[in-house]
């Protein structure tokens, strides 16, 4: 035997990762000191994780800030959107700790906003609302029309002649399945045009995560992350992907349609309709493979790129 890890093995280690980073540990709200204060109806503290550099992933705050907020809803009320703002980078390798205030809890909806601290000091704010399903209208922008994820290369036979840039990928995509629709992450298509350029991609957590509604909410906005800012970097512009790229997001939104399973296949259409003045706006839907729309997502931030040689 090769020892090599298997399928299983790998899809466990996903499981076992995202299920740890989205478990927090609840803190005494008396230990926490801050230089403001802030009304709690919770404090709770997320690990770090020593994958990529020191900066913090902002998909991952993101998603332990909503599953803070989440513990301080009544069972049975699921998220319905979060609005968030980057204000500080974040040390990956250290705990962040999540402080939670109530804002509202009315007959149908309950609102919280949640600040984020790392040694005492607010990176980032998030507010999340909280909607008990009614009936209504009902429409929805149909999915593009696509290839299946079997029919979609993977990322190793995606990159194989640059093992360098598949191992960068595979470092930020860590506990996800991701088939990418067309050129590699951060390759041009020919004839692409900025502002009209898509990227697709099916993606999916590695292995079979728990029934929890929560939990998978915070694994979707986990994947709502990963390659979106990406499109307003590349898409349609004559830059080369590469460590002297820089995409640093300001602020992110996912509005959640309907819940879903984020270890399943989701189909993600990203798109950015606008970049001027160093900065650039990607928005994206995400699809369930039986072409629900399952959440729609928006993100702005700051676009350091080489220019083209």
Do not use: N
Request: glycine share 10%.
């Amino acid at each position: 035997m090769s020892g090599r890890p298997t399928a299983l093995d790998r899809g466990r280690a996903a499981v076992e990762e995202v299920v740890g980073l989205l478990d927090l540990a609840t803190v005494e709200p008396a230990t926490v000191t801050t230089d403001r204060l802030v009304p709690v109806a919770g404090v709770f503290s997320g690990r770090g994780t020593a994958r990529g550099t020191t900066r913090r992933y902002g998909g991952l705050i993101a998603a332990q800030a909503l599953t803070a907020a989440a513990h301080t809803v009544r069972p049975g009320r699921p998220v319905h959107s979060l609005h968030a703002y980057f204000t500080r980078p974040g040390d990956s390798r250290r705990p962040v700790t999540y402080l939670v205030e109530t804002l509202r809890d009315g007959p149908s909806m309950s609102t919280r906003r949640v600040v984020a601290l790392q040694r005492g000091t607010p990176i980032f704010f998030l507010t999340a609302s909280f909607h008990d399903p009614g009936t209504g209208l009902t429409h929805e922008r149909p999915a593009p029309r696509v290839p299946p994820p079997e029919e979609v290369p993977t990322l190793a036979q995606l990159l194989a002649d640059a093992p360098g840039r598949l191992a960068a990928v595979e470092q930020m995509l860590f506990a996800f399945d991701a088939r990418y629709i067309g050129p590699p992450p951060g390759e041009q298509a020919d004839g692409e045009r900025a502002g009209e350029a898509h990227r697709r991609a099916w993606l999916r957590v590695a292995g079979k995560l728990p029934d929890d509604v929560s939990l998978h909410a915070g694994a979707l906005v986990l994947i709502s992350d990963l390659p979106l800012l990406l499109s307003a970097m590349v898409a349609g512009h004559p830059t080369a992907w590469g460590p002297g790229d820089l995409g640093v997001s300001i602020d992110h939104t996912v509005w959640f349609h309907r819940p879903c399973r984020a270890d399943e296949w989701l189909l993600y259409d990203c798109d950015s309709p606008w970049a001027a003045g160093g900065r650039g706006l990607a928005t994206g839907r995400l699809y369930a493979r039986d072409g629900d729309l399952v959440a729609t997502v928006a993100q702005e931030g700051l676009l350091l790129t080489r220019p083209a040689r």
